[in-house]
């Protein structure tokens, strides 16, 4: 039953490095632009897609063949640059203009946004499922304890996703346009009298969101099927993880994410009955279940502070 | 934040009479009834076929739909993500009574609106006491929530629906079994409307209106907020639950897929391209966007170069609308401009 327990942690381990990587987009341009980027979903699925592609281009390379995880590894900055490009195309194009406006005709925009990148590719891509190219290597599994093992695709998960953060917390930390990131997600007009020049910061966050998006979509790529609506329930469960933590924290998309990770997995894994119905096949309402249950008690989040309004 | 562009709200500029006008009240209950009963005489003669019979009943809950999400996003500014949710919900209540317990056919509806405005309370009341977007995610939650319940629900047939639904007998016993519901369609919508354009009327309407033009102001004012949002809410989803009782019966299935959020989507594309705020808009723009569907249905048969699957473009459709509308009208299509030439100059919510 322990060894369960700790298999069941490893495993939500590898699935909320995932929903990290996502829920930092998400709760950096809430962070900056108080909007929920319906879209940034569907830039992880064309992250997913770019990844697909580059790498069945790259292993039809002699030195490549034989290595599908080599060319999936250098398949991810390629989706990280091709997002990044698309998030700022899409700020540029749908939501700046309405910069001044309400914010929920821009909520609406980011719906349709989304679902235009959805069914875009749907008609584009095409509806069915596809596969990266499999490298057994990367599902052999690496022995932690007795009967607690971790494949070594979702180790490299783990690894990545880490450093992706890490790389993310020294630029928001530690640079000039990182300082100007949270100077701008404080106060807007007092960030421009300051000389910031706040349409460059929120492109640029859009872009490094979208960036970790795109790797996220690759890593999950790797493990499991693609297709165009991957992104809707993977972009919903990271976005619940952000506000899990506190919606506009970056540790606290950090937190929430892993937190979601542990409790989906722990779900799913368990064998039990509870009044006659197994709960491990509502997983999906999990994190909308604890959505609900968060607004309920702290909606401010795990870290978050309340802050009461003033007029 | 200062904000500069308008509203995407139609304006009320006008303060709108308490009661509907009698005249226009028996104008509009006029042309509904003639609506009625010329689409009875043409179904009962057989001059337009099944489909279109379809197609208008279909119209008639969409409008439904529509209007009652209209009073929750545009009239009371609240948004919500959900309401193919309370749809389904209702249209399972329904279903399951005409089934198993041979409830009569308007009772069922009215058990399937009381659930889903149950919901609504039950998930209206932690989440409208906070502001900005929370309610937006906690009903797009519900949605989903919804769905994978009734997914897993094997006496409702799970996740392929639920199937074999009763026919229910036409209004008043009037015509022809084959097209019960467009008697039930139409009164159902008649009621709606008039209903909801009351409430707006009403000082409850009026403070709903307050809401969504300032809440601060409005709770200044005395206006306890929550009470109204709450309000509000529970009644577009209780609207909500009766319309997706009628589709339910008209098309005799119902799968948990319907909750989805792309469902919930395209009735908020129809609000948002009627004008929020404007029920009249969203009649309309629920009627115009149901023929678009049903003259697109078979979409699918269609090849176009590089494309793949024809049917998605129906719905990239859709999504290009509204990001354009929210750019370029975020009044809507025809932002509360659809001036009719006696009512020049008056320009409302209703």
Request: aromatic residues 10%.
């Amino acid at each position: 039953m322990f060894q369960q327990l700790l298999q069941q942690i490893v495993n939500g381990l590898s699935v909320g490095s995932v929903y990290a990587l996502m829920a930092l987009g998400y709760t950096m341009v809430y962070g900056i632009l108080r909007l929920i980027n319906f879209a940034h979903g569907d830039i992880y699925m064309l992250g997913a897609f770019v990844g697909f592609w580059t790498s069945s281009w790259l292993s039809r390379f002699p030195g490549l063949v034989r290595h599908p995880a080599a060319a999936i590894f250098l398949s991810v900055p390629v989706a990280m640059a091709a997002c990044a490009l698309l998030g700022v195309f899409i700020e540029r194009t749908a939501y700046k203009p309405l910069r001044s406006a309400p914010r929920y005709s821009l909520l609406i925009t980011a719906i349709g946004v989304s679902f235009l990148l959805e069914y875009l590719a749907m008609a584009f891509i095409g509806p069915e499922r596809q596969n990266y190219h499999r490298d057994p290597w990367l599902s052999t599994n690496l022995h932690l304890a007795t009967e607690v093992s971790i494949s070594v695709q979702r180790l490299l998960v783990i690894v990545i996703s880490v450093g992706l953060m890490l790389a993310l917390h020294a630029i928001v930390q530690y640079t000039r346009i990182g300082k100007a990131m949270r100077a701008v997600s404080i106060d807007q007009e007092a960030a421009r009298l300051m000389g910031i020049n706040v349409d460059r910061v929120i492109s640029f966050t859009f872009a490094v969101g979208s960036a970790l998006a795109g790797a996220a979509g690759v890593l999950i790529g790797m493990q499991y099927q693609i297709e165009p609506l991957m992104g809707v329930m993977d972009g919903l469960k990271a976005f619940v993880a952000a506000v899990l933590g506190g919606i506009g924290l970056i540790p606290g998309a950090m937190v929430g994410a892993y937190t979601l990770g542990m409790v989906e997995t722990l779900v799913k894994g368990v064998d039990i009955k509870l009044w006659g119905v197994q709960p491990s096949l509502f997983a999906d309402a999990v994190a909308f279940a604890i959505l609900i249950l968060i607004l309920l008690v702290k909606p401010s989040g795990l870290l978050g502070k309340s802050a009461r309004e003033k007029v | 934040m200062t904000q500069t562009a308008p509203n995407p709200v139609v304006k009320t500029t006008t303060r709108l009479p308490k009661r509907i006008p009698l005249f226009r009240a028996a104008a509009w209950l006029g042309a509904f009834l003639l609506i009625y009963l010329a689409g009875q005489w043409l179904f009962d003669t057989g001059t337009i076929s099944k489909s279109f019979y379809m197609a208008a009943v279909q119209i008639c809950i969409f409008i439904i739909a529509a209007v009652s999400l209209n009073l929750i996003t545009g009239i009371t500014g609240q948004f919500s993500l959900g309401h193919a949710g309370f749809m389904t919900v209702g249209a399972y209540t329904a279903a399951v009574l005409t089934h198993d317990v041979h409830a009569p056919f308007p009772l069922a509806l009215l058990a399937g609106g009381v659930m889903a405005g149950a919901l609504g309370v039950l998930v209206g009341l932690p989440t409208l006491r906070l502001r900005g977007d929370y309610l937006a995610i906690a009903t797009l939650g519900m949605g989903e929530i919804v769905r994978v319940i009734f997914e897993n629900i094997p006496s409702l047939g799970g996740a392929s629906g639920f199937t074999g639904i009763r026919k229910p007998a036409p209004l008043f016993g009037l015509g022809d079994d084959g097209f019960a519901l467009w008697g039930w369609s139409i009164l159902f919508t008649v009621l709606t409307l008039l209903l909801i354009s009351q409430f707006i009327r009403s000082s409850h309407g009026r403070a709903c209106i307050a809401i969504r033009e300032d809440e601060l102001a409005a709770e200044t004012m005395g206006i306890t907020t929550v009470r109204f949002k709450v309000l509000a809410f529970s009644v577009g989803a209780l609207f909500a639950g009766i319309a997706g009782g009628l589709l339910a019966h008209l098309v005799r299935t119902i799968t948990p897929a319907n909750a989805g959020f792309l469902k919930s989507v395209e009735i908020l594309v129809m609000v948002v391209l009627g004008g929020l705020g404007s029920l009249s808009g969203s009649t309309i723009a629920a009627a115009v966007l149901t023929i678009i569907n049903f003259a697109t249905s078979d979409l699918s048969t269609v090849t176009l170069p590089f494309v793949k699957e024809t049917s998605a473009l129906r719905t990239v459709i859709y999504a290009l609308l509204l990001v354009l509308l929210m750019i370029f009208r975020p009044h809507g299509l025809w932002s509360g401009r659809l001036r009719l030439p006696w009512r020049r100059g008056v320009r409302d919510v209703a």
